[in-house]
């Protein structure tokens, strides 16, 4: 079994981790009348002036309306998070990078990043292979460094933690979803999702033992 890392090495210059920055957030949560103010007009938005619902809803199966309606119902239940990634999921399910919901500050402006980014190809016998192409100076550490080949991520063969990613972007065509959905992997913009579930990721390179790090906010 490979080492177990609890705790990156080095961490990003200029940043915090997310624990800090969550606490943060909760320090300011939105007021619940705010919320409603959102959900009403992410409504009307969608069925009074979206042109495209008749499409979406017979591409996608989902009824967007509806949905609004119900999340009306459930706010006051809803953390603040489960509020956001709710109405985040209503707009992301239309596949329209035009019409997306935006969270409001503190999340605006700031991106939850690991520090270095993984690029995908394939064989020619459409093998996929997911190697680190890009690492921060500040976190090169050991046999961790931009070329290495990924297989595992957080435990999972890194395809399927890409197919996961995948089906959480909003993306029209599958290339923009897969795009999307890989480079979520190691950065995710606040502005358009709620931070990640995870604490701290754990990634095993080829040929070297897992490596660690977690996540970190910065804008």
Same mark, same amino acid.
Request: with cysteine.
């Given at each position: 079994?490979?080492?177990?890392?609890? =705790?990156? =090495?080095?961490?990003?210059?200029?940043?915090?981790g997310?624990?800090?920055?969550?606490?943060?957030?909760?320090?300011d949560?939105?007021?619940?009348?705010d919320?409603?103010?959102?959900?009403? $007009?992410?409504?009307v938005?969608?069925?009074e002036?979206?042109?495209?619902?008749?499409l979406?809803?017979a591409?996608?199966?989902?009824?967007p309306?509806?949905r609004?309606?119900?999340?009306?119902?459930?706010?006051? /239940?809803?953390?603040?998070?489960?509020?956001?990634?709710?109405l985040a999921?209503?707009?992301r399910?239309?596949?329209?990078?035009h019409?997306?919901?935006?969270?409001?500050?503190?999340?605006? %402006?700031?991106?939850?990043v690991?520090?270095?980014?993984?690029e995908?190809?394939?064989?020619?016998?459409?093998?996929?292979?997911?190697?680190v192409?890009?690492?921060?100076?500040?976190?090169?550490?050991?046999?961790?460094?931009? %070329?290495?080949?990924?297989?595992?991520?957080?435990?999972?063969?890194?395809?399927? =933690?890409?197919?996961?990613?995948?089906a959480?972007? /909003?993306?029209c065509?599958?290339?923009?979803?897969? $795009?999307? %959905?890989?480079?979520?992997?190691?950065?995710?913009?606040?502005?358009?999702?709620?931070?990640?579930?995870?604490?701290?990721c754990?990634?095993?390179?080829?040929?070297?033992?897992?490596?660690g790090t977690?996540?970190?906010? %910065?804008?």
């Amino acid at each position: 079994m490979s080492p177990r890392v609890t =705790a990156p =090495a080095r961490t990003l210059p200029d940043s915090i981790g997310l624990d800090a920055f969550m606490a943060r957030v909760a320090a300011d949560p939105l007021p619940l009348a705010d919320r409603y103010r959102l959900v009403t $007009a992410a409504r009307v938005l969608v069925e009074e002036l979206y042109v495209h619902l008749p499409l979406k809803r017979a591409r996608y199966a989902t009824d967007p309306v509806q949905r609004l309606r119900l999340l009306e119902r459930r706010v006051p /239940a809803l953390s603040e998070l489960q509020f956001h990634a709710e109405l985040a999921g209503v707009f992301r399910d239309l596949r329209d990078l035009h019409t997306v919901y935006q969270l409001p500050a503190p999340y605006r %402006g700031q991106v939850a990043v690991l520090g270095f980014l993984v690029e995908r190809y394939q064989d020619e016998d459409g093998t996929p292979h997911h190697l680190v192409s890009r690492i921060d100076e500040s976190l090169r550490h050991g046999d961790f460094d931009a %070329g290495v080949e990924l297989e595992l991520w957080n435990g999972v063969p890194v395809e399927r =933690a890409v197919e996961r990613g995948t089906a959480a972007q /909003a993306g029209c065509s599958p290339d923009a979803r897969l $795009a999307r %959905g890989l480079e979520s992997l190691t950065l995710r913009p606040l502005r358009t999702a709620p931070p990640p579930d995870e604490r701290c990721c754990s990634s095993s390179p080829t040929p070297t033992p897992s490596s660690g790090t977690s996540p970190r906010a %910065g804008a």
